[in-house]
């Protein structure tokens, strides 16, 4: 997929931290905005629509004490051609009204009949409706119907004079026009729109420039990473923008520095084994050159160098047998042959198969069991620690010395020990012994046969066990090489 398309996904599905960003500060900016404006506009409404209803309320008021005093109820007639002169300034009052607020004024009497209507249409007619009987029985109501434009309102005519009973005799049923209201509202209304465009296209740009801006220290990482995909860089990168960024930055560094070591060793350790493998190869080319440059060269002379160049292969042949068994141990798929092994028997074969060895430098092989040691561990394996460590002790000990093996263990580990009288290990030396190819004296390592892989190798095997092996030395009188294991297998 282009990656211009991808951003774009990115962005509808709301996976890109900007998209995100950008819509929470157009939430956070524009609704409040709308529904501020909404309460507004809303409480203006139900404020203005009480106000007008009060004030007409009470003048309505007014007129209901008129129409007791002048016993409206009870003598109005409003087919009769003669009207008393206090009822037709009633009527005048009433046209008044209903013309200044655009309404409608009835007079209902106490049978419910329409006494007096000012659109003239209702006059003699029965009125039963809701308001009115609940207005009869002393509830005012009103009622804004925004829909239709008007407010419906009822007010109980009442005798509240001293002799008066306080009972409802009438009601005044009025509606009126809400139009100032409905167009302040409209005015509100479109100010209020244009003020949320204005706010909806500031918080919208806004936004966009800001959540560009928050993201910008995440991209430069993603620049700074691709631009060193191309090769292992020295320079490591720093985003300070964000602690975030400077956490990324740091565990990006830490990746990449651990990659380098890594790439390091590996190209240190394939120039190694091309040096090593290549050392015999030019003894053997030297050897052979020098037999060809004499062609009439005694026989003694072709056997020795025969002899010599055979002992470099042998050589050749050792280096690859231990580098295909420490690659073997490196391989974390390789199969663990375990079994419960007698480690002090183990031990033993081990050293009966050195002590010829041992013989030739006169050296006192020893065996100290404390207690029987058995073990769940690889047998062959655990051979190979054991027959590394007893021959290092041998080759590198002095004629007349000793090599003291002992075996101990406790409910959880056991341990194999290996004390030597030889050379010993120089202090500077000791963290680098288990490196592959290392040797503290090239040349007399090589002439005993010693390939620098040895103790690599018996390091992996341990490692493998779940085991630790540590070094203690002293230069000119020996080492001890101490080697600790679980009884019990743990696994990976
Ligand atoms: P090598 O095949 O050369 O013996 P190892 O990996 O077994 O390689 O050992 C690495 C180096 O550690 C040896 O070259 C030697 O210098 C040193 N070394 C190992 N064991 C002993 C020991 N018991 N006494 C002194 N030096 C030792």
Redesign the pocket.
């Known amino acids: 997929m282009k990656p211009g398309l991808q951003k774009f996904l990115d962005v509808v599905r709301l996976r890109s931290l900007r998209a995100r960003i950008f819509i929470i500060l157009i939430l956070v900016g524009i609704l409040p905005n709308i529904l501020m404006e909404m309460v507004i506009v809303k409480t203006y409404e139900i404020k203005a629509v009480e106000q007008r209803s009060e004030t007409v309320q009470n003048q309505l008021k007014i007129l209901a004490n008129h129409l007791i005093a002048n016993e409206f109820l009870e003598n109005y007639n409003p087919n009769s051609p003669y009207k008393l002169e206090s009822h037709e300034i009633i009527e005048a009052e009433l046209d008044m009204l209903s013309n200044l607020y655009e309404g409608r004024v009835m007079i209902i009497g106490k049978s419910h009949r329409v006494l007096l209507d000012t659109y003239n249409i209702s006059e003699g007619r029965t009125m039963i409706s809701e308001e009115v009987v609940k207005c009869f029985r002393g509830e005012n109501i009103s009622n804004y119907d925004a829909e239709h434009g008007y407010i419906e309102m009822t007010t109980p005519i009442v005798n509240t004079t001293d002799d008066g009973d306080g009972t409802v005799q009438g009601v005044m049923l009025t509606s009126i026009s809400d139009s100032t209201i409905s167009s302040t509202m409209k005015s509100l209304n479109r100010n209020a729109i244009a003020v949320e465009i204005i706010t909806i296209v500031l918080v919208v740009t806004f936004s966009f420039i800001v959540s560009g801006m928050l993201t910008r220290p995440f991209e430069r990482i993603t620049k700074a990473i691709a631009e060193l995909k191309a090769g292992y860089s020295n320079e490591p990168i720093s985003v300070k923008s964000y602690t975030e960024t400077v956490h990324i930055s740091d565990a990006f560094n830490q990746l990449q520095s651990r990659m380098k070591t890594l790439d390091d060793s590996r190209k240190e350790f394939v120039s190694n084994v091309s040096h090593e493998l290549k050392t015999p190869l030019t003894s053997m080319k030297v050897l052979a050159d020098s037999l060809i440059a004499q062609p009439d060269a005694p026989a003694e002379l072709y056997r020795e160098f025969m002899g010599d160049i055979a002992s470099e292969i042998d050589r050749e042949n050792s280096i690859i047998t231990d580098l295909l068994a420490l690659t073997k141990m490196d391989l974390n798929t390789q199969e663990v042959n375990i079994s419960s092994v007698n480690i002090g028997d183990l031990a033993e074969i081990i050293l009966k198969r050195l002590r010829p060895i041992a013989r030739k430098k006169d050296i006192e092989l020893t065996l100290e069991e404390q207690r029987e040691v058995v073990a769940d561990v690889d047998e062959v394996k655990m051979s190979l620690i054991m027959t590394?460590l007893v021959e290092?002790?041998i080759?590198?000990n002095k004629e007349h010395g000793t090599v003291k093996v002992s075996l101990d263990s406790d409910i959880q580990y056991f341990t194999f020990i290996v004390e030597?009288t030889?050379?010993?290990?120089p202090e500077e030396?000791l963290p680098l012994?288990y490196e592959r190819f290392?040797?503290?004296?090239k040349s007399h390592?090589r002439e005993i046969g010693?390939?620098?892989?040895?103790?690599?190798i018996t390091r992996s095997a341990v490692l493998l066990h779940r085991g630790s092996i540590s070094v203690t030395?002293e230069e000119g009188a020996g080492?001890t090489?101490t080697v600790k294991i679980p009884l019990t297998y743990v696994g990976n």
């Open positions: 590394n290092n002790a080759k590198y030597d030889g050379c010993g290990i030396s012994i290392y040797r503290v004296d390592s010693g390939t620098g892989l040895g103790l690599a030395s080492s090489f």
